[in-house]
């Protein structure tokens, strides 16, 4: 039971982590140039699972943020241009990627990633700039798919990378690898929102329900396997007919073993003598036996025949005789006569496992009048139907947060009127209201009830109907506090107080 527990938490743990988002990266190959020279950019993204790339937007290559412009200043322009055009830059090298320059927007799977370490995707692409000055390059736009939501990774500001192009003729007094490297920024995540978070609790509480109806399937899968068979029932005369006739059919005394013969027949008739008559008849002796019985209304022949079985099998157990043929057959037959005889249909033995029989005590008028679904072992118990509300809250939970997810409403960027809130709102509420009477109805008990194996019955142990379904929520929710009386442990009959406002019971299906 510990290892399929084990691995429910590891599918519930890995579900929840399967939620995530995607992560981007840049590094230049170098950050100054020749005016024409080549400059490699590397772009590693870095997804979570559940996250898969849909488009990339090559837009914010149009035009470039220029830091300073050479040229404006040679010219003494006090507002130089703040980008440079389209025609001073041009891309080498896509890379991986099979794309066209003229492309804005590239779906996915016109882009081809090279395979790095902690699932992440890896691309170099080459470009070059014809006109000094310090540029901010910029970034690529990701779109993303995350669940249901398409959400887009933006450059920011402050990412800026910066490349310096020089001029040919430009003389540097020391090398460009020697100039000091801009600093390294950290990689800048994508800011939570209460989405992100809502996913996780959903998560959590479908672990939560899952750990739940595992553990109590199991635990109660072995209750039922150490449970042993039911006794099986018959009169007490019929199954002391059935073992004479098993005996006749063994042939004991023909193979020579009438000792053993005699011992078994007696047996069984001082066992139906024992239940038939509430009287030791094994433990006692022949005369005693005999003594007891002397008040019974039995015939003349009835007790000739009786003292004949008792004292021919005393003979042949205790002075080793031999009695004829036919005094073996004679034994037999007035046992089986004896026994139809005086019979009674109310006298009824139970047939253990095994092997052991008991007599069936007969309820007294008392017990007669006792409704079965008023016996507290028949009711559903606290822990029972506690956790029946707890796993029909995690149900209708799940379910309203499908329906609003499946309606858009929860969407960060949705701009729905107030009006399809409400109507959302009511249809969730409809779920709720009759998601108790529905199921009560129609199944017999919630999901919860029915997991647990609960059922509502009325006092007559039949289906409830719709209106006495309707009548249990509207006093349940009258009584909140009889719901909490299932923590009290005075409530020795299990009944709560819409339970008996209403005349219906909560039982346990397996022994009513």
């Known amino acids: 039971m510990i290892r399929q527990l084990l691995l429910l938490l590891l599918f519930s743990v890995l579900y929840v982590q399967s939620w995530g988002q995607a992560e981007l990266s840049y590094q230049l190959g170098k950050d100054s140039i020749f005016i024409g020279d080549q400059v490699e950019l590397q772009i590693q993204v870095k997804l979570d699972p559940g996250v898969s790339l849909t488009a990339l937007d090559l837009s914010l290559w149009d035009s470039i943020p220029v830091l300073l412009d050479v040229d404006a200043i040679m010219r003494g322009d006090t507002n130089p241009a703040p980008r440079v055009a389209g025609q001073d830059f041009e891309w080498i090298d896509y890379g991986d990627w099979d794309i066209a320059a003229n492309q804005k927007r590239i779906l996915a799977e016109k882009l081809s ?37 398409e959400r887009i990774l933006r450059s920011q500001a402050r990412e800026a990378l910066i490349l310096t192009v020089f001029s040919p003729l430009f003389s540097l007094q020391q090398p460009i690898d020697s100039l000091p490297l801009a600093e390294v920024k950290p990689i800048l995540a994508e800011a939570k929102t209460w989405e992100d978070y809502l996913l996780h609790i959903v998560s959590a509480l479908v672990f939560l329900l899952v750990f739940a109806i595992g553990y109590f399937y199991l635990r109660r899968k072995a209750k039922q396997e150490a449970l042993p068979d039911p006794p099986v029932t018959v009169p007490a005369h019929e199954y002391a007919l059935q ?14 073993e009438v000792k053993a013969y005699q011992s078994e027949l007696t047996y069984i008739l001082r066992n139906y003598l024992e239940h038939r008559y509430d009287i030791p008849a094994l433990e006692s002796t022949t005369d005693a036996l005999l003594f007891k019985l002397k008040t019974e209304n039995f015939t003349v022949t009835q007790k000739e025949n009786l003292r004949e079985i008792l004292q021919v099998a005393d003979l042949v157990k205790f002075a080793k005789a031999q009695p004829a043929v036919d005094v073996n057959t004679k034994v037999m037959q007035s046992a089986e006569s004896f ?29 007669e009048q006792v409704n079965p679904l008023d016996v507290p072992e028949n009711l559903g118990g606290v822990s029972e139907r506690g956790l029946a509300h707890l796993i029909d809250f995690a149900c209708l939970l799940l379910v309203s947060y499908l329906i609003f997810l499946g309606s858009g409403l929860l969407s960060p960027g949705a701009l729905v009127s107030n009006s399809a809130y409400i109507f959302w709102a009511l249809v969730v509420l409809g779920i709720n209201v009759l998601y108790f009477p529905l199921l009560e109805t129609k199944l017999g008990g919630t999901i919860g009830k029915l997991f647990l194996g609960l059922a509502v019955r009325n006092v007559e142990n039949e289906s409830i109907a719709f209106g006495k379904a309707w009548e249990r929520i509207a006093h349940k929710s009258k009584n909140i506090v009889s719901l909490l009386g299932l923590l009290r442990k005075g409530q020795q009959d299990r009944l709560l107080a819409h339970d008996k406002i209403t005349a219906t019971r909560v039982v346990k299906k397996a022994k009513v």
């Open 339 to 367: 026994i139809r005889d005086t019979q009674v249909a109310t006298v009824m033995v139970a047939i253990h496992k095994d092997g052991t029989i008991t007599k069936v005590q007969e309820p007294s008028a008392e017990e």
């Open 243 to 256: 073992e004479l006739k098993q005996l006749a059919e063994n042939k004991l005394w023909q193979r020579g």
């Open 113 to 149: 990633w090279k395979k790095g370490p902690n699932n992440t995707l890896e691309n170099t692409v080459r470009f070059t700039l014809w006109k000094e000055g310090v540029y901010a390059l910029p970034k690529f736009e990701l779109s993303y798919q995350q669940g249901s939501q």
